[in-house]
């Protein structure tokens, strides 16, 4: 282990002190090493040696940098810029360096996609009914993927729950520390209290099988993960015969959709949804094209056919 090594560990250590999660940590510490080992390849030892001309190369690399024959993708190229930008922040910050050589650095720009597979009315019944209800992982099952297409939280955000972060009575779920570290709280619907009542009575206390306050336990009475929910939601999604790839976010993208056709309020999707910016929010207007096509067929001129008669 070198100086740069050590200072990369005192800089995770500061992160973690500095409440950022578990999984910030870990990628910060991955988008790290590729910087380190650039460092060493250049012959930079001490990192006060680092100047501008080092970053824009560094940034360079980044951009050129290929995996599996493609280019990094953007989200990829960013986290590894911004580790750099931040990583040189916590030196100056610390007295390890005079001046921050990454205090120009741009980030590249984001592609905003559209959600990808969005589901219709019909295809969300059919999931949610695809659990056998006569069983406590059924049970389980059900009031998972009805509180994400009522509520729209992420993935993470479930698994972390704990029973007393719903309140049945007032029909409310509180989201602690969510992406960002910010805590939010968000309506349930009746849908979804009723079968988080259902589980709590009937499931839940078959599941308990060891002490625990997280809301959602697998069979084995532990916390469940998100790529064990991923999975879940998947099985499902085939045992409906949906004939696409279904997800946790594919419910929250389908949430975000639905309520927009039913004309509910961006802003108030945005703060459901915890997004920071409306303009995150704002792609969901690409998604529902209903209203486009309506528009298109009374108004264009070639949306209506014509049948040629032909004199013979």
């Known amino acids: 282990m070198d100086k740069l090594d050590i200072l990369q560990l005192k800089y995770l250590e500061y992160l973690k002190t500095a409440n950022y999660s578990p999984r910030s940590v870990k990628l910060c510490g991955a988008y790290g090493k590729p910087f380190l080992d650039f460092l060493r390849e250049v012959g930079i030892t001490n990192i006060a040696g680092v100047d501008r001309r080092i970053i824009a190369d560094y940034q360079t690399r980044v951009y050129l940098t290929t995996y599996k024959g493609r280019?990094?993708?953007?989200?990829?190229?960013k986290g590894r810029l911004v580790y750099v930008r931040g990583f040189f922040k916590y030196l100056l910050k610390t007295g390890q360096i005079l001046y921050?050589?990454?205090?120009?650095?741009?980030?590249?720009?984001?592609?905003?996609?559209?959600?990808?597979?969005?589901?219709?009315?019909?295809?969300?019944?059919g999931l949610l009914a695809a659990p056998n209800l006569e069983t406590a992982t059924g049970i389980r099952d059900r009031t998972i993927m009805e509180v994400l297409y009522a509520t729209a939280i992420r993935a993470m955000e479930l698994c972390n729950l704990t029973i007393y972060d719903i309140n049945l009575n007032e029909g409310e779920l509180r989201v602690n520390k969510g992406k960002?570290?910010?805590?939010?709280?968000?309506?349930?619907?009746e849908v979804a209290v009723d079968y988080l009542e259902f589980y709590l009575k009937e499931s839940r206390p078959k599941l308990a099988l060891q002490k625990s306050d997280y809301l959602f336990l697998s069979?084995?009475?532990?916390?469940?993960?998100?790529?064990?929910?991923?999975?879940?939601?998947?099985?499902?999604?085939?045992?409906?015969?949906?004939?696409?790839?279904?997800?946790?976010?594919?419910?929250?993208?389908?949430?975000?959709?639905?309520?927009?056709?039913?004309?509910?309020?961006?802003?108030?999707?945005?703060?459901?949804?915890?997004?920071?910016?409306?303009?995150?929010?704002?792609?969901?207007?690409?998604?529902?094209?209903?209203?486009?096509?309506?528009v298109l067929r009374r108004c264009h001129p070639r949306e209506r056919r014509e049948i040629e008669t032909r004199e013979v």
């Open 219 to 294: 069979q084995n009475g532990r916390k469940l993960d998100s790529s064990y929910l991923c999975y879940l939601v998947g099985l499902y999604a085939a045992k409906a015969r949906l004939g696409k790839k279904v997800t946790p976010h594919s419910l929250r993208h389908t949430c975000a959709t639905h309520l927009l056709k039913g004309k509910a309020d961006i802003r108030k999707i945005q703060e459901l949804l915890g997004h920071e910016s409306l303009h995150t929010t704002q792609r969901y207007t690409k998604v529902e094209i209903g209203d486009l096509k309506q």
């Open 180 to 189: 960002g570290g910010k805590d939010r709280v968000v309506p349930l619907g």
């Open 71 to 77: 280019p990094l993708a953007p989200s990829t190229q």
């Open 100 to 125: 921050d050589p990454a205090n120009s650095l741009t980030m590249p720009k984001q592609p905003i996609g559209l959600p990808r597979n969005i589901l219709s009315k019909k295809e969300v019944g």
